[in-house]
């Protein structure tokens, strides 16, 4: 049984890895800005109420991270951070505040809480670290280059963070993901056949560190561009997602001869 930390735990991905690491036993704090929600989640699913604490965290509330991680119940062996905010980038190129918000919930507050958490050498439970991270800070695109860049940023820390933390053996996990079917992505048209489902990526959290996914994040960036081009120019046929049965059993068939989608690189 570990004590698994969630920071922004009121994101629809992280929920799910929420439902999984509690289902499988371990004690679950939930971070986050929306109590209830959360509470209403934990009710919906009937998960033990015993094995989860709820907490208040705001990820841009930068000075209250000391205190916030004193005053944790127990001390983690595993943290995911999963706070993230996206502006649309035809808003955040105009209005400044939006494009900080993404820099201050993405990248700052993410360094604040980490750099306080992983510099605990007190904390001899510390044993994994694992981010959210994004396709879209592999490449700059015209359609989201702002909210990209603070993935990017988010990424290289993470990097870092885990060669600074590996002579004390703990990991560091970046999940560098594709399009997911959840609120963050509220009102964007995306290709249906690319996005996956919350419970998907879940299973990539709590089983970070085994060995799922082989490409590396820019092979899966050309994988996601072409195959988003192909399915555009084929009215979506042909990009394989490997999340579905059919699109495993058409992998199987026709390995080599369509674009695949990767969605999740765990690095
Ligand atoms: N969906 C995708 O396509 C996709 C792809 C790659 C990476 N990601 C990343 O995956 C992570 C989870 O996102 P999601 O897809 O599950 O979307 P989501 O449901 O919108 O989750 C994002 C969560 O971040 C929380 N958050 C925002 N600002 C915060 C703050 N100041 N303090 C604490 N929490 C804050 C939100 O909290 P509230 O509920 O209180 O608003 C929300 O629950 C994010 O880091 C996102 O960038 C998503």
């Known amino acids: 049984m570990k004590n698994i930390l969630i920071l922004g735990a009121n994101s629809d991905v992280a929920k799910q ?3 999984r690491y509690a289902e499988a036993g371990h004690l679950v704090m939930a971070a986050s800005r929306n109590m209830e929600s959360i509470q209403s989640f934990i009710q919906e699913n009937a998960l033990d109420t015993q094995k989860i604490s709820l907490l208040y965290f705001d990820a841009e509330d930068f000075s209250s991270h000391q205190r916030f991680y004193e005053s944790l119940p127990q001390k983690p062996h595993i943290v995911v951070y999963a706070a993230g905010f996206l502006s649309q980038n035809n808003i955040a190129l105009f209005d400044f505040s939006k494009a900080h918000q993404m820099m201050k919930v993405n ?9 306080i958490i ?14 959210l991270s994004s396709l879209s800070g592999v490449r700059g695109r015209k359609s989201n ?8 940023a988010f990424t290289q820390y993470l990097a870092g963070l885990r060669q600074e933390l590996s002579g004390r053996k703990i990991t560091v996990n970046v999940l560098v993901i594709g399009y997911i079917n959840t609120k963050i992505n509220q009102g964007l048209q995306l290709n249906p056949n690319l996005i996956m489902q919350p419970d998907f990526v879940a299973k990539y959290i709590v089983h970070a560190g085994k060995k799922l996914c082989h490409r590396s994040p820019l092979e899966m960036e050309n994988h996601l561009q072409n195959s988003t081009m192909v399915a555009r120019a084929m009215g979506c046929p042909f990009a394989i997602n490997l999340q579905t049965d059919l699109g495993r059993q058409l992998h199987r068939k026709f390995r080599g001869q369509f674009p695949v989608i990767h969605g999740v690189h765990v690095g």
């Open 107 to 115: 990248y700052i507050g993410a360094v604040s809480i980490l750099n």
């Open 17 to 19: 890895a929420l439902k």
């Open 145 to 152: 280059f702002v909210y990209g860049s603070t993935k990017s």
């Open 118 to 131: 992983a510099m605990d050498k007190d904390n001899n439970n510390l044993e994994r670290i694992i981010g």
